[in-house]
T-cell receptor, first 117, second 109 residues
Framework: DTGVSQNPRHKITKRGQNVTFRCDPI?????LYWYRQTLGQGPEFLTY????????KSRLLSDRFSAERPKGSFSTLEIQRTEQGDSAMYLC???????????????FGPGTRLLVL | TQLLEQSPQFLSIQEGENLTVYCNSS?????LQWYRQEPGEGPVLLVT?????EVKKLKRLTFQFGDARKDSSLHITAAQPGDTGLYLC?????????FGAGTTVTVRA
């Protein structure tokens, strides 16, 4: 399977605990994105990487959230001191930038569903 | 806050019927994408439209992009139970996608 993979698929944690999610993009893709989706809503952009550089962070990404892509391949998203409002599906997507003039296709992983008790 | 408004929010139809879902925005996008998402899974791209007035057909699915590149529609002919899912539109601006809240389509056998 050469698609985007995410681990774990599900995570249940208690309020105040830290959690870390992993995303493995399609191997040749240089861009990687994190989105958050809550029930009844579409995905909302959190942040994106061009290779290992984090180029934009949404205002949705509070100080408790940190994302890394250390070698320009897989990425991790960590949430510190989780709150009940962090419960959501966290989606990762990747794409290959071909040209600034072309909107490249973003391929999504299956997501990590987080439940904070 | 979603920049893209999708309607209806829910749609339930009988197998064999046709359906249309809509996606509207006050913003102009360089491209618009339609995704289908099943429960517990990530969105899967159906089509990308980039030119105002463009119409694309994918088997029983017809996608239209408005002339002003602010709105789009998805029409499904002779719907099947396998078409059941959450249909999301997303506006593209450089690298970032802005999604609508989606239309949940249920096709009853």
């Amino acid at each position: 399977d050469t698609g985007v993979s995410q681990n774990p698929r599900h995570k249940i944690t208690k309020r105040g605990q830290n959690v870390t999610f992993r995303c493995d993009p399609i191997s040749e893709h240089n861009r990687l994105y994190w989105y958050r989706q809550t029930l009844g809503q579409g995905p909302e952009f959190l942040t994106y990487f061009q290779n290992e550089a984090q180029l934009e962070k949404s205002r949705l990404l509070s100080d408790r959230f940190s994302a890394e892509r250390p070698k320009g391949s897989f990425s991790t998203l960590e949430i510190q001191r989780t709150e009940q409002g962090d419960s959501a599906m966290y989606l990762c997507a990747s794409s290959l930038e071909v040209s600034r003039a072309i909107q490249e296709t973003q391929y999504f992983g299956p997501g990590t569903r987080l439940l904070v008790l | 806050t979603q920049l893209l408004e999708q309607s209806p929010q829910f749609l339930s139809i009988q197998e064999g019927e046709n359906l249309t879902v809509y996606c509207n925005s006050s913003s102009v996008f360089s491209s618009l994408q339609w995704y289908r998402q099943e429960p517990g899974e990530g969105p899967v791209l159906l089509v990308t439209v980039v030119t105002g007035g463009e119409v694309k057909k994918l088997k029983r699915l017809t996608f239209q992009f408005g002339d002003a590149r602010k709105d789009s529609s998805l029409h499904i002919t002779a719907a099947q139970p396998g078409d059941t899912g959450l249909y999301l539109c997303a506006g593209g601006s450089d690298y970032k996608l802005s999604f609508g809240a989606g239309t949940t389509v249920t096709v009853r056998a």
